[in-house]
């Protein structure tokens, strides 16, 4: 009898992770979300083992992600946790290599960003210099290269800038894209800042499993405003990034990892 309660207390005060699939056939898949590769699939009633959880692609509702043993991710709709919070640690939080803009991304973005040797004032009203590069303060101190600026310079300027958007659109899109969408994503964002694209009904359509394609047809046009009045420049920019977005290419971009 001393042995049974030893036992019986040790599976007590034993962390749980092992739950019971609760759909009849759910995808085990490469990352947290719809897009991502199935892995594996779980018939109703398997026992997982649940190593992590992560947020990822809303599923009904349900935005938490669970990483079975088998390393691979499960919509935690679909897992009888007994909670529709974290039940245990969260995933690590690896970041993946953002892959770098194709050619056409950063001439698209040259195009309608123009050069600028010298400092000047954007109609925002905030310092400016080469390639659209928004200054830290009136003398551009933050631009590590000579001023006036070279077109070589400019466009390593550019490369600089270009990766801290190719960095957030990597981080918040789980949609596959090849690279002429993912660029398409980069020069909205250089344009319209991570924050909006990050909060944006069109990464959410994106990250819902929507086509691409469609999705980016039909909410790049949405962004043509400032102060208030549609603005020719914009209109041509978005329909620039739409084309690029279209354009066929086997090189892909997304997920990165």
């Not at 993946?96 to 050619?103: G, I």
């Amino acid at each position: 009898m001393k042995s049974v309660g030893i036992a019986i207390l040790a599976s007590v005060l034993a962390p749980a992770s092992a739950y019971l699939i609760t759909g009849d056939t759910v995808n085990c898949r490469a990352g947290p979300g719809t897009n991502y590769a199935v892995k594996r699939t779980y018939s109703k009633g398997t026992d997982v083992t649940i190593t992590c959880q992560t947020s990822g692609t809303s599923v009904q509702g349900h935005a938490i992600w669970d990483k079975t043993s088998h390393g691979c991710y499960v919509s935690d709709l679909y897992v009888e946790t007994g909670s529709a919070g974290y039940v245990t640690g969260r995933c690590g939080t690896t970041t993946c290599v953002a892959p770098k803009s194709n050619q056409a991304t950063v001439d698209l973005i040259a195009e309608f960003e123009g050069f600028e040797p010298n400092v000047y004032t954007d109609a925002a009203g905030y310092p400016t210099i080469g390639y659209g590069h928004l200054c830290n303060d009136a003398t551009c101190s933050d631009v590590k290269y000579s001023i006036p600026l070279s077109q070589a310079d400019g466009m390593r300027l550019l490369a600089d800038d270009m990766a801290r958007f190719e960095r957030c659109i990597t981080a918040m899109t789980h949609a596959t894209l090849n690279l002429n969408q993912y660029g398409a994503l980069v020069s909205w964002s250089f344009n319209m800042g991570c924050g909006a694209a990050e909060t944006s009904t069109l990464i959410e359509w994106l990250n819902g499993g929507e086509d691409v394609n469609t999705v980016l047809a039909e909410e790049l046009p949405r962004w043509v405003y400032a102060g208030g009045r549609v603005l020719q420049g914009l209109v041509r920019r978005r329909n620039a990034e739409i084309a690029l977005a279209g354009a066929a290419t086997d090189d892909g971009a997304l997920p990165a990892c």
